[in-house]
């Protein structure tokens, strides 16, 4: 993409110099001179221009009316100024100057990868606003359609807020007779449904976890005077931020009690009662729209039993299910009443809790946790059930109910390896908010661990790791991470790495460079993120052979499937593939053929007392051949003792790394095994 720069004449010959930055660092711009005392003569609202850079010091320069001219043309284009004295332009900044830059900043290196962050994040926010001012047009030609359609059909469709006609059609007004939509707005809806049905309309409306589902018939009043039975339906909409009800009412056909049911029936699930998958479906897509329209964000909880199975053989198909009635039974009095609770098909238990945070979601699963002792003694005698529960949140990063279910077996999974307990959830919470806005600040440190060769290799690895910075400590990941899957905010804090770590590779200039990137497991899931990557490669003209990125095999274990699809994706873009924690699982090389990694990093569990257990380093030996006979590369990791790298060096292993070696930092400086490869004896 080439980006128009616009920058006013500067006869000392700054601009060529930070153009020719601009470019270095990968750009590809367009530049147009100006006088700087008025914009160009072009015709507002073309977009022709995408960043104007005013050297704010040159004699002459009318920096105050350049931008008013800006501001009442309503032209969107972000400003930089760069000034000797950043102080004295301040008042430029009320006028719509997108920032203040210190000439003396671009004589340095950092300055400059400073300046050249700045510049890119301009260009990207902008982007990122003519693609909403986009949406939002084509949101205003999609309502203009539906009103069209609302206008224009027989069916009586109205809307309600507060029990009052906010909007209704021309088929409402036949239907009851209303002579205007004047003598309308003054009615409110209940006057037009007789008065023994009243209470049962009030009680369908209120009760709007059924709307779209359920239907309601009542006695309609005409202003004539005359009676007709109608069927009442609702949806629940958001007008202007606003809840609203949006009901359809149609004469009144067939036996509506009994559809009722039928629809009743077809959301339930058989065996337990609760919600069938496709009830909990609805219920999760009524709920991310809430967290979009609304912000009303809510949480989902799976718990899961993998011993159903063998419990079902042993109980029979009638004893099976008054076992799952009795744990519904259960969840059901442990669960607030608000709460709405189902069974998936594949025989998962869902508790959605509306309109809650990170502190209530995890004080649900702390109750759960509470009867897990007994639910499990309602199994058979001989056999086991324990359940195994996750979550995540919904909000308005939540992209679909699938993902929601994935979200909360990944969920699963990490707690059984990393049980973090509810005594942190507040700190987390707070935690998340210093994430999100370090996001949105571009405040997050990466820090990089060198991957160290005991073989020749040409390449100088290291791995990217994050940081969230405060005023008095440094947080890790282990303190932010889970919660951030939870709520979906992983993609983004990779998308965040990965640019950054492209724009640090840029700057380092070393052509060996290979950098390895610990992917979330939103990222697995994400629709979006390989057409960005792609992107965001060409932007900063990078190969994907300078990134290696790395997936838990507890990630893939939670969503095989997505995960196995995303891994040949990335693949096939030309990026190479570490698996992490490798022989956590059962079955680990299953796991390796299905995404066909490139390098395998060990889990901790094989390398623990390789020192002083023989059949420890035997099995380790063993794996490590295996691996090498598939053409898999490996590297042992957390090394904190450097007496063990002889014994890594004879099992084969490719690389190590851990703090004994080097702590993660922020520069990529470091020497050792550089430049022969390690014997027995240049270790000891």
Partial sequence: MTHQILVNHCPSGKADKVIGLLRRAGLNIRTREFEGNHLPDDVPGCDTHDLILLFADVPGQANEA?????????????????????????????LGAAGLIKESLLDSAAGQVEFVYRVKRELEQLKLRRESRRAASSLRELHQRLQVF?????????????????????GWLSFFGVPSQNALHTLPFLDLVADEDVERVREFLRHRVDAGQQRCEFTALRRDGTEVRAVLDSSVISINGENSLQLLIQPAKGNTVHGNSIRDAQSKDMQSGLLNESGIGRMLNQAI?????????????????????????????????????????????????????????????????????????????????????????????????HFTIGAAMITDEAPDADTLLIRARQHQTLRQHQHAGASAAGESGATLELLRQSLHDESLVLVYQPTVSLKADASEHYEVRIRLPLADRIIYPGEFLDAANQHGYGERIDRYVISHALGAIAHHGNAQLRLTINLTPNSLLSQTLLAWLTQELRRQQQSPRRLIFQISEMDILSAPDEARRFCLQIRDLGFELALTHFGCSLDPFRIL????????????????????????????????????????????????????LPLLWQSNVNFVQGNCLQQPDQSMEFGLFHEEEITLESVG
């Avoid at 009442?72 to 930089?80: A, K, Q």
């Avoid at 309600?160 to 909007?167: A, E, I, K």
């Fill in 66 to 94: 350049l931008l008013r001219q800006l501001q009442t043309s309503r032209r969107d284009i972000p400003c930089l100024l760069i000034c000797r004295a950043p102080a004295r332009w301040l008042p430029m900044l009320n």
């Fill in 150 to 170: 609302m206008d224009h059909t027989s069916d009586a469709i109205a809307c309600l807020q507060d029990g009052l006609h906010q909007y209704a059609n021309q």
């Fill in 289 to 385: 729209s809430s967290a979009v329209y609304q912000g009303r964000h809510s949480a989902v909880i799976m718990l899961s039993a993998a011993q159903f199975a063998e419990i079902a053989v042993v109980l029979g198909k009638t004893d099976m299910h008054l076992l799952l009635g009795e744990i519904a039974g259960m969840l059901s009095a442990t669960c607030p009443a608000q709460s709405m609770l189902g069974r998936l098909d594949a025989g998962d238990f869902i508790v959605l809790l509306p309109d809650a945070d990170t502190e209530s979601c995890q004080q649900l699963i702390v109750k759960l946790e509470s009867i897990q002792e007994a639910m499990s003694a309602l199994a058979p005698s001989g056999t086991r059930l």
């Fill in 593 to 644: 053929s299905q995404v066909q990694a490139d390098y395998v990093k060990l889990d901790r569990s094989l390398l623990q007392h390789i020192d002083l257990d023989a059949d420890q380093r035997e099995r380790l030996h063993d794996v490590v051949s295996t691996l090498h006979a598939q053409g898999v590369r490996v590297i042992a990791p957390m090394v904190e003792d450097i007496e063990v």
